[in-house]
């Protein structure tokens, strides 16, 4: 069973870079068939796709964070990470890793959430 | 992008009783690309259904899903107690992937 666990600082001052990471346990992130994503959700509020990653390099960002957004992989740690620059309150939520379907682009897979708060 | 808007709000039923909950497109969603994720309070949400009717692995048989093109509901036939929760659907047929804004099932 694939679980994925994200870690990284639970507090960001403004128009500081968030970065987070997620490390892929019970399976290898060495793997086309699917994707590595992070996805968002604001308090009380929504889920919002934010990026994913295939193993290849090959990425895909939502057009409205694309231009504040690095995503990456380490194969080598089994693990994938998030840098989502010049943050403000608006980026302030829990944020998910998670990871594509065997059938498609749905999210089979969720990490438990990582709070992040954006103040000085 | 493609705008998911769920219908209703909030449902307010009562266990056993059977929830219908409706998700529209502001356009076509591409060869019915469309889950159905279930979210309780302080958890991560959970697939139940993708390509609009399959069942994900482990989700009971009350858990039924359909439709297409623009018009997409997710069916649970008998409710159980852990059933009340929040439920999102998401198309994943044209980027960026979407999320609607979720239907909540409370205990009546």
């Known amino acids: 069973q694939v679980q994925l666990q994200e870690s990284g600082p639970g507090l960001v001052k403004p128009s500081q870079t968030l970065s987070l990471t997620c490390t892929v346990s019970g399976g290898s992130i060495n793997n086309d068939d699917y994707y590595w994503s992070w996805i968002r959700q604001h308090p009380g509020k929504g889920l919002e796709w934010i990026a994913h990653i295939y193993f290849s390099g090959k990425t895909y960002y939502n057009p409205s964070l694309q231009s504040r957004i690095t995503i990456s992989v380490d194969t080598s740690k089994n693990q994938f990470s998030l840098q989502l620059s010049s943050v403000t309150a608006a980026d302030a939520a829990v944020y998910y890793c998670?990871?594509?379907?065997?059938?498609?682009?749905?999210?089979?897979?969720w990490g438990q959430g990582s709070l992040v708060t954006v103040s000085s | 992008e493609i705008v998911l808007t769920q219908s209703p709000g909030t449902l307010s039923l009562s266990p056993g009783e059977r929830a219908t909950l409706s998700c529209w497109a502001s356009?076509?969603?591409?060869?019915?690309?469309l889950a159905w994720y279930q979210q309780k309070p302080g958890q991560a949400p959970r697939l139940l259904l993708y390509g609009s009717s399959n069942r994900a692995t482990g989700i009971p048989v009350r858990f039924s899903g359909g439709g297409s093109g623009t018009d997409f509901t997710l069916t649970i036939s008998r409710l159980e107690p852990e059933d009340f929760a929040m439920y999102y659907c998401?198309?994943?047929?044209?980027?960026?992937?979407?999320f609607g804004q979720g239907t909540k099932v409370e205990i009546k």
């Open positions: 998670a990871r594509g379907g065997r059938y498609g682009d749905y999210v089979a897979y």
């Open positions: 356009q076509s969603v591409r060869s019915s690309y």
């Open positions: 998401q198309q994943y047929g044209t980027s960026p992937w979407t």
